[in-house]
């Protein structure tokens, strides 16, 4: 005996619900979203009247209760302050509902803390990302010395920082130990520059051993690179914006965060350029190879979202079409490569195999260090361990008879 299908409750309209309604449909969102979302914005009216609550009441608190209050009830879909988004977001742009309150640290780690975030921003120039890591590395300094009683950063003496990174570093690997001993001597220096300490500190930090030309850089190998390519069906919108992404990356060497920060306006169709936006917010030109140029033709003509919010070049595929993060780009570059059976391959990996293929078409190395942007000669320097045919002519012969 078949049941009969459950019909679905119905949604008064009104005129906010048909508001949402018109709001979601413009960034793309699916129909049967747009029916949770109206029924998720009916039931939160419908417990603000039960609460004698005004939408102007609606802080992130009352959020939290009223998705309490659902899960206590046994609902089991649109539980979560995640489902509840694009309705609030709809209600903010309204001016409904207050914005939502950002996280506050009330101890003196966070304050501080909070005060360097907006120098690297502002005085430095630095990317959320990267003041992130920074801040993620400091804080065992600061909650070391919160739990010892000392956090009167006025009193630091470069004996506390020695110990500090002493101790800790030796737990972490090299690349994060590194990072950390960096954003030290950076936050050691905010503090004299700020006037919490008199004199600068930064001389006490240590150095962290790191041979920085004992690596070898792994590029893949062009029939690596064509598998990599095949892994992704250009015929579907996600497969021929992947491609693009992937073809920017082998091709240009680009980071994944410059192909995620890629605007409309930074490409120069006439000229047949890019303008990319490198660290430290440099900008530079690069020319734009056929191929890769109808790569990205092809996505901008047929894969693109119509809906899709902002000028970035990439997007994401389900709605709302906001810009792709830099983990993604990292991620596309990951299933690509589980696809094609190559293991597993990081985003940078692909900047390596740019490097690795120029140099066996001849180029020099202050020519592949110019096309990646490289501030430093020393950075480029790495790739001569893997161009062996330079160093076959200055390698000495093996000694005869030699076990």
């Known amino acids: 005996m078949i049941e009969p299908k459950k019909k679905r409750r119905k949604n008064p309209v009104t005129a906010l619900s048909k508001g949402l309604e018109q709001d979601l449909r413009r960034q793309g969102y699916a129909a049967s979203t747009l029916w949770k979302q109206r029924r998720l914005l009916n039931d939160l009216i419908g417990w603000l009247q039960a609460q004698e609550l ?15 209050d659902r899960r206590a009830a046994g609902v089991r879909k649109l539980k979560t302050r995640k489902a509840l988004g694009p309705a609030l977001d709809h209600l903010r742009g309204l001016g409904l509902v207050p ?38 590395c400091l804080r065992p300094f600061l909650v070391r010395r919160m739990a010892a ?15 500090f990174v002493v101790a ?53 190998e062009p029939d690596q690179v064509r598998r990599l390519l095949a892994a992704c069906d250009a015929d579907t919108a996600v497969g021929c914006r992947d491609l693009a992404i992937l073809a920017l990356l082998v091709r240009l060497g680009l980071r994944r965060g410059e192909v ?52 970035t070049v990439f997007v994401r595929h389900f709605a709302p079409h906001h810009a792709l993060g830099a983990s993604r780009v990292s991620g596309i570059v990951a299933d690509a490569a589980r696809r094609a059976d190559l293991g597993r391959i990081h985003a940078h990996r692909l900047r390596h195999t740019v490097a690795t293929e120029l140099l066996r078409a001849g180029a020099s190395l202050p020519e592949i260090g110019q096309l990646l942007r490289h501030r430093r000669v020393e950075t480029t320097a790495i790739y001569a361990k893997v161009d062996r045919d330079t160093l076959r002519l200055i390698a000495r012969p093996w000694p005869e008879g030699a076990l």
Not at 54 to 68: T, W
Not at 108 to 123: D, M, S, W
Not at 149 to 163: H, K
Not at 185 to 191: E, Q
């Open 54 to 68: 005004a939408m102007g009441d609606l802080s992130m608190a009352q959020v939290d209760r009223f998705m309490a």
């Open 99 to 136: 914005a939502a309150e950002a996280a506050v640290d009330d101890d003196p780690a966070g304050a501080i803390l909070n005060r360097y975030r907006q120098f690297l921003v502002t005085e430095r120039g630095l990317a959320d990302g990267t003041t992130d890591r920074y801040i993620d």
């Open 149 to 163: 009683g000392q956090f009167d950063l006025e009193g630091l003496t470069p004996a506390d920082i020695t110990s």
């Open 168 to 220: 800790w570093c030796p737990r972490l690997n090299a690349g994060v130990a590194k990072l950390t001993v960096t954003a030290l001597r950076s936050f050691l220096g905010f503090l004299h520059l700020d006037g919490v300490t008199e004199r600068s500190l930064v001389p006490a930090v240590p150095k962290v051993l790191r041979r920085r030309l004992a690596g070898l850089p792994k590029g893949l």
């Open 260 to 311: 995620a920060g890629l605007r409309l306006d930074d490409i120069d169709w006439r000229a047949g350029t890019i303008r990319v936006r490198g660290k430290g917010n440099c900008h530079e030109r690069l020319p734009l190879p056929p191929d890769v140029g109808r790569r990205l033709a092809e996505y901008l003509r047929h894969a693109r979202p119509a809906d899709a919010q902002g000028r």
